[in-house]
């Protein structure tokens, strides 16, 4: 019979490429990766794998036995669930990977009401970008990730993924307090930053190329990025210096700096969508569906919040 925890190890390497890359995602040593993997092509009776150069890459059968494999562990995940929710008190650990302005706003204030409500759950959490966490969650090396979605460049539809929409929110122009156009009260046009600095993401982060598209389609220029970075707070910090101007989401609470102002997008409303996402196996499970539960609570305090006239400076909103 083929081992179920050697299976998930070759559908790891499926995804992952090399076996030092398993090794790291699953904190295994390579040399016992390999004679797990060795084991089930025993066990299997046919060859798995073939060497290329210093890799190795699955065969035909191995392939079609990752496809069983995830049919498999979505089964076994079910059940774990259903076992679960008969179970009086909510325990055991979940895992969550967030973007920083998500983990920062969102999802500690759900902790926070999550642990009064359940204090025996543990949740475990770190931050990544979406890139390396909705694959990890598909795999099965975390159990939560919340993520953003641009409107321009939506993400590619996963069967094993259910995707939860929690915020829609706008961006906004950030200025350093004592910028020529921080006197005006009404909308920036993108046209009027032409010459100035520009803060935003990393080079490959759909932040920063929402920040490009506005300056080309709405400004008719090429931003002048100075400084790239996907620390949010971190781009907050460089216009506060005065060291560049940049577009921030609501989330990140740009207005509780003094020494910033904020203004809408003159030429069009830019936005974001910030989503939950588990695997679909494992929606029945009572620590997930508490902890989504949280969310959806903080998520809509967020919302409720008055919204300030366009154009307006906005004051002080999150404590």
């Known amino acids: 019979m083929l081992d179920l925890r050697r299976l998930r190890l070759l559908r790891e390497l499926n995804a992952r490429g090399t076996i030092g890359a398993v090794a790291l995602a699953l904190d295994y040593s390579p040399s016992a990766v390999s004679q797990q993997l060795a084991l089930l092509e025993k066990e299997a009776g046919v060859p798995l ?31 774990e669930a259903e076992l679960q929710a008969t179970a009086e008190q909510i325990t055991g650990t979940v895992r969550v990977a967030a973007i920083q302005s998500a983990g920062l706003y969102l999802l500690a204030p759900a902790l926070r ?47 094993r993924l259910d995707l939860e929409p929690l915020l829609e929110e706008r961006f906004y122009i950030v200025l350093p307090a004592d910028h020529p156009l921080a006197r005006e009260h009404g909308p920036v046009s993108m ?41 949010l707070l971190m781009l907050l910090a460089l216009v506060a210096g005065g060291q560049a101007v940049t577009l921030l989401p609501d989330l990140v609470g740009p207005e509780r700096e003094p020494a910033v102002v904020t203004r809408d997008v003159a030429e069009a409303g830019l936005t974001r969508t910030v989503f939950a996402a588990i695997r679909r196996g494992s929606a029945q499970r009572p620590a997930l569906n508490a902890l989504r539960a949280a969310l959806r609570d903080t998520a809509a305090g967020l919302r409720s919040e008055a919204t300030p006239a366009p154009g307006s400076v906005r004051a002080p909103g999150r404590p």
């Not at 073939?50 to 059940?79: F, I, P, S, Y």
């Not at 641009?150 to 069967?159: G, I, V």
Request: proline share 8%; aromatic share 6%.
């Open 49 to 79: 794998l073939e060497r290329v150069g210093r890799n190795v890459r699955l065969t035909a059968a191995a392939q079609g036995l990752v496809a069983h494999t995830d049919v498999l562990l979505a089964c076994m995940e079910e059940a």
């Open 113 to 159: 009401a999550l642990r009064a409500a359940h204090p025996a759950l543990r949740v475990e959490v770190t931050d990544a970008e979406p890139e390396t966490s909705l694959p990890s969650l598909a795999l099965g090396t975390l159990d939560m990730v919340l993520a953003d979605q641009y409107p321009f460049l939506p993400r590619p539809p996963d069967d």
């Open 191 to 231: 046209k009027a930053l032409r010459d100035e600095p520009w803060a935003t993401g990393k080079d490959d982060s759909a932040f920063a190329e929402l920040t490009i598209r506005a300056c080309r389609t709405f400004g008719g220029f090429e931003p002048d990025i100075r400084h790239r970075s996907n620390d």
